[in-house]
Nanobody, 125 residues
């Protein structure tokens, strides 16, 4: 599985961006797919994920109500729509996937086997 993330950029606070992550090879249909982010000097943190392809979507409390995770199975692509962006959202955003993830480990970066290259999101105040 190879993942390619895109869509980052520079935006003012209150603005929006939509990130995309395309998978080549195996499809996302049965994988757990997540978005993580890492700010300078901080650990990589969970943002959102869909559990085992068609399951419920989970969000970090910090983004709930502002970010929306979606999937286009035909395009083998997942999206992260980010609205009402805040300077605290500034980070490199990564998509990740795994097919052996259990519910209790879904929010941990170490559970994921495949990672995209990351896309920078910068929110100015």
């Amino acid at each position: 599985v190879q993942l390619q993330a895109s869509g980052g950029g520079l935006v003012q606070a209150g603005g929006s961006l939509r990130l995309s992550c395309v998978s080549s090879g195996r499809t996302f249909s049965t994988y757990t797919v997540g978005w993580f982010r890492q700010a300078p000097g901080k650990e990589r943190e969970f943002v959102a994920a869909i559990f085992r392809g068609a399951g419920r979507i989970y969000y970090a409390d910090s983004v709930k109500g502002r970010f929306i995770f979606s999937r286009d199975a035909a395009k083998n692509t997942v999206y992260l729509q980010m609205d009402s962006l805040e300077p605290e959202d500034t980070a490199v955003y990564y998509c990740a996937a795994g097919n052996r993830i259990i519910m209790s480990s879904m929010r941990g970066a170490s559970a994921y086997d495949y990672w995209g290259q990351g896309t920078q999101v910068t929110v100015s105040s």
